[in-house]
């Protein structure tokens, strides 16, 4: 049992309109439906399910056969249904562990992937136990390269239903659909915790309006869905920790070019480097097959030097040169919109209080849309987040 007790859920996405038939008969492989007969609004477009139903297990049967649970929800399947413009309509249901007694099958990546292993409960529930998986099933992002966008998918395979006893929690991404479930769970007289949680949908834990066009947030700034990131960095080609490390491992191709331009002294304090990169996030990220949005079929690294060492604090002057660059040149450089965090603040050691304003200064009057992504190291109070506080330099300008 030792090997098992990582595992604290396993977790189904479906379709809220799915979710009345789930509670009264449970969770069934696509076998069960067609032989019943059930209505369903499918999940899984027709290439996915073509390639889940020819795939067999080692006993012969087709994974459709199977009812599939994940050990990570928040994984590209769930990334793709959400950029979709699903998230209003998508549930994950948390299921008891005890569900892995009844299990038959454990998949070391994606089920439907000819990559992933097909094992026996008890020698997959054990591969999933080593460092290097358990890792990667903990983490909040993936590539593909590395094999982590496959392995972050990996399954549990059970033959046959899954009873709707082994739900405890369902978990949502609005107020809206929360209300919606509980309806859902009254009328069959189910009491299953509901949980409105944004971050598991990929979304801000919470945001606010400073003006028209200038936002903050609370949430993952690496999934939003504005054209240009901004990569808070030192000009010695380190990237140690914070937002930097973090974006070295997710994104090397932006490492070697932030290492590029600081060998060359292209980037420097008060001169940020835009680094116009090609490549699809919503490709990197999202489950196959998968068309991005247009306004997220690129993802531009705004590299924005905020310490000369990484060993040396943050300056505010520095920063301040920088916004000055960023508010003379972001249209010549086609900056369409734009997430940046909160400069200088966490591991840089400066005050929101004067970073928050002083940011705004700049920004609030871009006619672009701009999100301002809150320093996760410690909350901050709610009266240094008002359009009041932020824009004061404005409000004194403007008397």
């Known amino acids: 049992m030792a090997k098992?007790?990582?595992i604290q859920n396993l977790y189904y996405i479906a379709p809220v309109e799915n979710l009345s038939s789930i509670l009264e008969r449970g969770i069934l492989p696509h076998a069960e439906v067609e032989r019943l007969g059930i209505t369903f609004t499918p999940i899984y477009d027709a290439q996915i399910v073509a390639s889940r139903k020819q795939r067999t297990t080692p006993d012969g049967n087709s994974l459709w056969a199977f009812a599939n649970l994940y050990f990570q929800p928040r994984n590209p399947m769930l990334y793709r249904v959400v950029n979709e413009g699903k998230s209003k309509n998508i549930v994950v249901l948390a299921i008891k562990p005890q569900v892995l007694e009844i299990a038959s099958y454990v998949?070391?990546?994606?089920?439907?992937?000819?990559?992933?292993?097909?094992?026996?409960k008890d020698e997959g529930l054990k591969a999933l136990s080593s460092q290097e998986i358990r890792k990667v099933l903990q983490s909040d992002w993936w590539r593909p390269e590395d094999g982590s966008k496959r392995l972050i998918m990996s399954e549990c395979l059970v033959h046959g239903i899954i009873p709707p006893d082994f739900i405890h929690t369902i978990y949502v991404a609005s107020h809206e659909t929360a209300e919606q479930v509980r309806?859902?769970?009254?009328?069959?007289?189910?009491?299953?915790a509901v949980i409105q949680d944004p971050h598991?949908?990929?979304l801000p834990r919470r945001s606010g309006k400073i003006n028209q066009s200038l936002f903050w947030v609370d949430g993952d700034m690496f999934f939003s869905h504005m054209q240009t990131m901004t990569i808070s960095v030192n000009i010695v080609g380190v990237m140690g920790k914070g937002l930097a490390s973090r974006a070295k491992y997710q994104f090397?191709?932006?490492y070697v070019v932030y290492q590029d331009v600081c060998r060359k002294k292209i980037l420097d304090m008060g001169r940020p480097y835009l680094y116009k990169r090609e490549v699809s996030l919503d490709q990197t990220l999202a489950d196959e097959p998968f068309s991005p949005p247009e306004n997220n079929s690129s993802k531009w690294f705004l590299l924005f030097p905020t310490k000369r060492h990484w060993r040396e604090q943050s300056n505010l002057d520095d920063i301040e040169k920088g916004l000055q660059w960023l508010r003379d040149h972001y249209k010549s450089e086609g900056i369409k919109s734009l997430a940046i965090p909160a400069l200088g603040c966490g591991l840089g050691g400066l005050d929101w209080r004067e970073v928050g304003p002083l940011m705004c200064r700049y920004l609030a009057n871009l006619d672009i849309q701009v999100a301002i992504y809150l320093p996760q190291e410690r909350k901050i109070p709610a009266e240094y987040l008002t359009p009041q506080f932020l824009l004061q330099s404005q409000a004194s300008n403007l008397s």
């Open 252 to 254: 090397p191709d932006v």
């Open 4 to 6: 098992k007790q990582y």
């Open 183 to 192: 309806q859902l769970l009254g009328a069959h007289r189910r009491h299953i």
């Open 200 to 202: 598991m949908f990929f």
């Open 107 to 120: 998949t070391i990546g994606n089920a439907a992937s000819p990559m992933s292993e097909i094992l026996l």
